[in-house]
C-alpha cells in the first residue's frame, strides 16, 4: 500500500455510485455468535431486516473506493431503535480512519475484486489478509425504478453506532434506482464475514446508480444500550 499522509475528510459527505443490496433475516443466536457484533451491543438485538450491501463508490468526500457491509437488524439504543453495522471492509485507509472518525463505523482495509460475467452478471470478491472474507454472483434485470430515502421512516434509514464510549447517530439521505437482482452464489470465511446461507433471503437488488449524503453525526457522550 502506498505510503502516504490519509486525506482528512470532516462531514458532511456526499457520494456517488453503484452497487447491490441484499436483504435478509438472521436467527438471532446467528447473530449473537457470529454477527460481529460489539461488545457494547452484545444483548440488545432487537430484530428486524438484516442488510448486506457492496457499494462501489465512484465519487466521496474521501475520493473513490468500494465497500462490503453487513447490518444484523435493529439494536436497542438509549435514544431508540436503530440499524448498526457490525461489519464492514472498505479498499482505502482514507475511508477507514475517516469512517472512523466522523461516524464511528468499524471499518477495515481490504481488497476488491471485481468481474463483469456478461451484462447480467457480475462476481465480486473481498480478500482480508490474503483469505477470502466473502465473494458473491449477481444476476440481475436492466428494468429499474426510482427510490429515496424521503417516503420511509428516519429510524429506517438512521445508523448508530458505538466508538469509543460514544454513540454516533447519523441520519442517512439517499436517492436513485434500484433493479431486480439475485444472488445466485456466495460463500464466506466465517471468522471474516457470516454465512448468510444460515438465514433467509428476501430479496436482493442491483443499484444502477445513488446519490447519497452523510451528515455530521450526532455525537452523544454515553456507551449504554437500552435494555
Same mark, same amino acid.
Given at each position: ?5 490519509? /486525506? ?10 453503484? $452497487? &447491490? ?10 447473530? %449473537?455468535?457470529?454477527? @460481529? ?7 440488545? @438485538?432487537?430484530? $428486524?431486516?438484516?442488510? #448486506?450491501?457492496?457499494?462501489? &463508490? ?23 431503535? =436503530?440499524? +448498526? ?10 475511508? #477507514?480512519?475517516?469512517?472512523? /472518525? ?5 471499518? %477495515? ?12 452478471? %457480475?462476481?465480486?470478491?473481498?480478500? /482480508? !489478509? ?46 436513485? @434506482? ?5 444472488? #445466485? !452464489?456466495? /460463500? +464466506? ?17 442491483? #443499484?444502477?446508480?445513488? =446519490? ?14 437500552? %435494555?
Amino acid at each position: 500500500m502506498e505510503n502516504r499522509e490519509i /486525506k482528512d475528510a470532516p462531514a458532511p459527505w456526499a457520494l456517488m455510485g453503484s $452497487g &447491490y443490496i441484499i436483504l435478509l433475516r438472521l436467527p438471532k443466536g446467528l447473530v %449473537e455468535t457470529g454477527g @460481529f457484533v460489539p461488545e457494547p451491543l452484545i444483548g440488545s @438485538f432487537a430484530g $428486524g431486516f438484516g442488510t #448486506v450491501m457492496y457499494v462501489d &463508490y465512484s465519487y466521496s468526500d474521501a475520493g473513490p473506493y468500494r465497500e462490503l457491509l453487513f447490518i444484523p437488524g435493529m439494536f436497542s439504543f438509549t435514544q431508540g431503535r =436503530f440499524f +448498526s453495522i457490525t461489519k464492514i471492509f472498505v479498499s482505502t485507509m482514507d475511508s #477507514v480512519v475517516n469512517g472512523q /472518525k466522523n461516524w464511528g463505523i468499524p471499518k %477495515e482495509l481490504a481488497g476488491f475484486e471485481h468481474e463483469v460475467k456478461d451484462k447480467s452478471t %457480475e462476481c465480486i470478491r473481498i480478500v /482480508k !489478509d490474503g483469505a477470502t472474507a466473502a465473494e458473491f454472483t449477481f444476476r440481475s434485470s436492466a428494468m429499474s425504478l426510482p427510490v429515496t430515502t424521503g417516503i420511509i421512516p428516519r429510524s429506517w434509514h438512521t445508523l448508530a453506532h458505538i466508538h469509543d464510549e460514544k454513540t454516533y447517530l447519523t441520519l442517512l439521505m439517499a436517492r436513485g @434506482f434500484i433493479s431486480p437482482a439475485r444472488l #445466485v !452464489d456466495f /460463500k +464466506s470465511t466465517e471468522s471474516l464475514f457470516p454465512d448468510l446461507t444460515k438465514g433467509r433471503i428476501i430479496s436482493a437488488f442491483r #443499484v444502477p446508480r445513488f =446519490f447519497m449524503v452523510f451528515p455530521k453525526a450526532r455525537i452523544i457522550q454515553t456507551s449504554t444500550t437500552g %435494555e
